[in-house]
């Protein structure tokens, strides 16, 4: 059976286990090896005021499909992704009926 759960406190271990799982590995290899910074990663990620936090573990497709169910009722009209170029996660969005914005860029500065 398919289920999506609004995420609360009790299931951020498993989020930062599977964080730290994915993303440290291809094609990503981030290696988040400090847990006190992949703490403050997740902390910042869920716990903004007026964030909603969602876990779906079988179908992507499904579960994305939910979320826009769900905003729709609380009268959320739009979803805002960030991510990078050439990764899995851009052809999934993209097929899910997600566009890029031209008119924003993200911006970083390295300090040495």
């Given at each position: 059976?398919?289920?999506?759960?609004k995420l609360d406190d009790s299931y951020?271990?498993?989020i930062e286990t599977m964080?730290?799982?994915?993303?440290?590995?291809?094609p990503w290899n981030d290696g988040w090896n400090d847990p006190v910074q992949?703490?403050?990663?997740?902390?910042?990620?869920?716990?903004?005021r007026g964030s909603l936090v969602f876990g779906f573990f079988i179908?992507?497709?499904?579960?994305?499909?939910?979320?826009e169910d769900s905003l729709k009722k609380k009268?959320?009209?739009a979803i805002y992704?960030?991510?990078?170029?050439?990764?899995?996660?851009?052809?999934?969005?993209r097929k899910n009926g997600f566009t890029e914005l031209?008119?924003?860029a993200v911006f970083l500065k390295v300090l040495e």
């Open positions: 059976m398919c289920e999506i759960r951020f271990t498993q964080f730290r799982n994915v993303f440290s590995s291809p992949l703490h403050e990663y997740i902390c910042d990620m869920t716990q903004r179908d992507g497709k499904l579960f994305m499909k939910g979320i009268n959320i009209s992704l960030q991510t990078e170029h050439g990764i899995p996660a851009c052809s999934f969005y031209e008119s924003c």
